[in-house]
């Protein structure tokens, strides 16, 4: 198919290091942006899918790996529950909430998981107290959480970094990246969220990464964006919830593709207007290979929230060089979505909890 994607390429040096409690020789690496106007009209593409035969009440989240599908439900006592992908057959659960060594306070998505020495694993990130590598196949046969290794934040530098952070990712075992929000760090000065990296041996901030450029300060709930760690840890892709721009960023260059999938750029704070906000971006997931991004198509926020009439949900595909490849019509409304690491299904969860798995087969 024919791509007729333009692209206007400007460079922003980014001067202030919009940084709070690092250390003074932390290296501010300006970040390049790109824009990336979509202009193409693609064919809607339908999958074939089959509800599966595992009943859960309100699945908060869900991750395909390897073998295992994953399965979250925060409401319980036990958060995670694990089923066979190819037998649907229940493994096993684990992951008490509480105050234990091994246990979670406040827990949200997870947000990162990868294969390490042929072993599927996810990252914990119990706040505020420690981000650890969970073993699936271990936790399975021991009956209990089993972390492979485990970073606490109770004191020195990491602790105040870790308090100020959302989202925190592995990029190998002595660098993490940490998700800064200013209002949680105390900016007052600047809007604009960015990444701090930080190395656990010198328990210092090595450079960090502003990854918006957006002017004026607007409110961090309304620019909420769902970023996703590429599983080769060199790009990470932003999904805006109520903004229609997708960003991608090469952490090794510190240069963002903002793409504007509606063919135009726009002002945020105009977007953002109370009577004018809307949906697009709800959830996302990626591969080595692509960006799978689940949307509402653009309905406004109000009426989202019924249920009846909210539109069936699309997935936009895009591959890490901002391309657009493919648009699919998923046929229900979709809540949750994960890929599992071959790309041969797509698998979510509708607004009725069922569990559904989609064939990739067509995308490839």
């Known amino acids: 198919m024919n791509k007729k994607i333009f692209i206007l390429i400007f460079v922003i040096a980014v001067?202030?290091?919009c940084r709070n409690g690092a250390k003074d020789s932390a290296i501010q690496k300006s970040s390049r942006f790109e824009t990336v106007l979509i202009t193409d009209t693609l064919p809607i593409i339908n999958l074939s899918r089959e509800v599966l035969p595992i009943d859960l009440i309100y699945p908060t989240d869900m991750v395909a790996i390897d073998t295992f599908l994953v399965v979250l439900q925060h409401h319980e006592e036990k958060i995670i529950k694990v089923f066979s992908i190819n037998s649907y057959k229940f493994l096993g659960e684990f992951l008490r909430k509480g105050g234990g060594p091994n246990e979670v306070i406040v827990f949200g998505r997870?947000?990162?998981?990868?294969?390490?020495?042929?072993?599927?694993?996810?990252?914990?990130?119990?706040y505020p107290n420690y981000l650890a590598v969970l073993n699936i196949r271990k936790s399975i046969e021991a009956g209990e959480t089993v972390y492979d290794r485990k970073y606490t934040f109770e004191k020195g530098q990491k602790k105040n970094l870790f308090l100020a952070s959302n989202s925190v990712y592995e990029i190998n075992q002595s660098e993490l990246m940490m998700t800064k929000d200013p209002l949680r760090s105390g900016i007052t000065d600047n809007c604009n969220f960015f990444w701090e990296f930080y190395d656990c041996k010198t328990d210092g901030v090595k450079r960090n990464i502003i990854y918006e450029n957006f002017t004026g300060m607007i409110d961090p709930f309304l620019k909420e964006s769902n970023r996703l760690l590429k599983p080769d840890r060199k790009k990470a892709a932003l999904l805006y919830s109520k903004i229609n721009l997708i960003g991608i960023v090469d952490l090794e260059q510190a240069s963002i593709k903002q793409i504007y999938p509606g063919g135009k750029t726009f002002n945020v704070q105009t977007e953002l207007e109370i009577d004018n906000r809307k949906s697009y971006f709800d959830e996302g997931e990626c591969t080595d290979q692509y960006i799978y991004a689940l949307s509402s198509k653009g309905v406004k926020v109000g009426e989202k929230a019924n249920i009846e009439t909210a539109p069936i949900s699309q997935l936009d595909v895009f591959d890490w060089n901002g391309n657009y490849i493919y648009?699919?019509?998923l046929g229900e409304r979709i809540r949750l979505i994960s890929v599992d690491n071959n790309q041969r299904y797509l698998y979510a969860v509708n607004t009725d909890d069922a569990i559904?798995?989609?064939?990739l087969s067509a995308l490839k």
């Open 15 to 17: 001067l202030s290091s």
């Open 110 to 126: 997870v947000s990162q998981w990868f294969m390490e020495e042929g072993e599927p694993k996810i990252m914990i990130q119990s």
């Open 327 to 329: 648009k699919v019509d």
């Open 356 to 359: 559904i798995r989609y064939d």
